[in-house]
């Protein structure tokens, strides 16, 4: 079946990455400052501000306000603008043109340094680095490796200078890309193209650091894509502070958390500021830097009430009009909000059976005649409100370049399968289950999973699973390679392959399945998933 997403796009030449080996670094760490502020001997003109941001997340209004905060303060300051990552990827101007609007968008804003986030993979590795070498500003990663050669596809830091200082910029990725994003890192014949180093990404930083400081840089600043929370690899920006010496700054990303400012101790005994703006651009990052080099200081601004550039906003709104002709087209209406959050704003779908993650895994069983539907909730983005929905709402809550498969594997991996994604309980988790034709209860406490039943479709009552028995479940290639669902449907035996994109399953669910309405079935979660001890 032929894809909606199959546009012809404004493309730009594919130039090969840049395959640097690595700066050289001095056989030891800078001796670390006694004070967490850097003393500059000579006092420059203006002070220094760094906007920054994270997780954008294709959030493209923000742009025009982020560069219109820039160019509100460029005559009193030297001003750059960063990004730690998360950019190409989870709205609709980013899924039908895989990226490239998004890049227009920036290139229009004018970056001085990004990094890359793991969905910033999403395309494929070979479409990343072609969409960053067209936005033409520093890329900066100390360890993203090509497999073939060994060398490192980008820059590990950049150096500016504003004024008479230099600043250098360090980039680092979260190594569980290599995981989440298992896809991105093959050929379509399975050949592995590109690494991600994982058991020595502190050292990489710090060679880095110690590069850019035997060449001169008055402040080093990391710009990562490693979040606060520990994971499988146990690297984040916490331990990257705890195990280096010589950086300034850590402006971090990944785990959308809105963090004004917090002070973390280094190898060294200094404190360290490490900042993160939540996520879709609603906050601006603002570090200062003072004239005397004495105040390194940092705020996050509301974007709410500043004032756009109207540079930007004409390029956000030239991209808005391409993208209305096929966002607008209607699908369909619900009588009620399609939800993926809690009343608080915390991530249910991470958590818990939501109607959304019904919705959905209705749509993959039902449409691909499986006897399983199942989603990972990370998947599921956006909140839709009821009323109309239009085709810009379903990408938005399905906003990934996924296609579906459906895949035969016995009861026993199921069982397998939903104990592995509820290990994360209390905590948001990428891999929780949103499910169709199946019931189970969760033990949060105890981490366990039970009373497993999958539905008899000829009976519509539910059967307890057979752990011997095989059964088809219809799901994400997200999913099937090891990216998703804790990478238990790697090795299962495909059924049905690259049928459609997800978001064109749940168009066609709701147009042909529910004749275009979406009703009181959905008005709220099913209780397929029952907690039994939270």
Request: net charge negative; proline share 3%.
């Amino acid at each position: 079946m032929k894809s909606i997403f199959h546009y012809s796009l404004l493309a730009a030449g594919l130039i090969s990455a840049a395959t640097l080996t690595g700066c050289k670094s001095s056989s030891k760490a800078p001796k670390a400052p006694e004070k967490q502020t850097t003393v500059v001997k000579k006092t420059q003109d203006k002070s220094i501000v760094i906007l920054y941001e994270n997780d954008v997340h294709c959030g493209i209004d923000g742009y025009a306000k982020l560069a219109g905060l820039r160019d509100a303060i460029a005559d009193t300051a030297y001003v750059a603008v960063v990004s730690s990552g998360d950019y190409l990827q989870g709205g609709t101007a980013g899924a039908i043109s895989k990226g490239k609007y998004i890049v227009d968008i920036m290139k229009s804003v004018g970056y001085d340094a990004v990094t890359l986030g793991n969905h910033e993979f999403d395309y494929k590795t070979p479409r990343m680095i072609e969409l960053l070498n067209y936005l033409a500003a520093p890329v900066v990663n100390v360890n993203l490796k090509d497999s073939q050669t060994g060398n490192f596809v980008f820059m590990p830091y950049v150096m500016k200078k504003y004024g008479t200082k230099k600043v250098a910029f360090v980039g680092v990725t979260t190594p569980t890309t290599r995981y989440t994003e298992e896809y991105a890192f093959f050929d379509n014949d399975g050949k592995q193209l590109y690494e991600l180093c994982e058991k020595n990404v502190y050292e990489l930083v710090q060679n880095a650091v110690n590069s850019a400081r035997s060449h001169g840089a008055n402040y080093v600043i990391v710009l990562s894509h490693l979040g606060e929370d520990d994971n499988d690899l146990h690297v984040e920006s916490h331990g990257l502070i705890a195990n280096t010496m010589g950086i300034d700054v850590v402006l971090d990303g990944h785990t959308h958390s809105v963090v004004p400012h917090e002070y973390v101790t280094d190898k060294g005994g200094r404190k360290v500021l490490i900042s993160q703006t939540g996520t879709k651009l609603n906050n601006i990052g603002k570090l200062y830097i003072s004239k005397d080099g004495v105040t390194i200081s940092n705020e996050l601004v509301p974007t709410a009430n500043i004032k756009e550039s109207p540079i930007v906003k004409h390029t956000t709104d030239s991209i808005k009009a391409l993208s209305e002709n096929f966002t607008s087209r209607h699908v369909g209406t619900s009588d009620y909000k399609l939800r993926i959050l809690d009343d608080k704003g915390n991530q249910q779908v991470r958590l818990a059976e939501t109607n959304a993650g019904d919705l959905v895994a209705d749509a993959f069983r039902i449409v691909i005649g499986s006897q399983i539907g199942m989603t990972n909730g990370g998947g599921i983005r956006t909140e839709v409100n009821a009323g109309e929905l239009k085709m810009g709402n379903i990408i938005d809550l399905l906003p990934y370049d996924n296609y579906l498969y459906e895949v035969e594997v016995e009861g026993s991996t199921i069982a397998q399968l939903l104990t592995k994604c509820i290990q994360g309980l209390p905590h948001e988790n990428g891999d929780f289950p949103q499910v169709s034709g199946l019931k189970f209860d969760i033990d949060a406490k105890a981490h366990q999973v039970s009373n497993i039943k999958v539905l008899n479709t000829k009976t519509n009552e539910y059967e307890p699973i057979k752990m011997n028995s095989l059964y088809t479940i219809a799901t994400t290639d997200y999913c099937i390679t090891g990216g998703g669902m804790g990478g238990i449907l790697k090795d299962s035996k495909v059924t049905k392959s690259s049928v459609m994109i997800y978001s064109e399953a749940l168009v066609e669910y709701i147009s042909n399945n529910l004749n275009g309405h979406v009703g009181k079935e959905y008005a709220a979660p099913q209780g397929r998933i029952n907690f039994i001890n939270k």
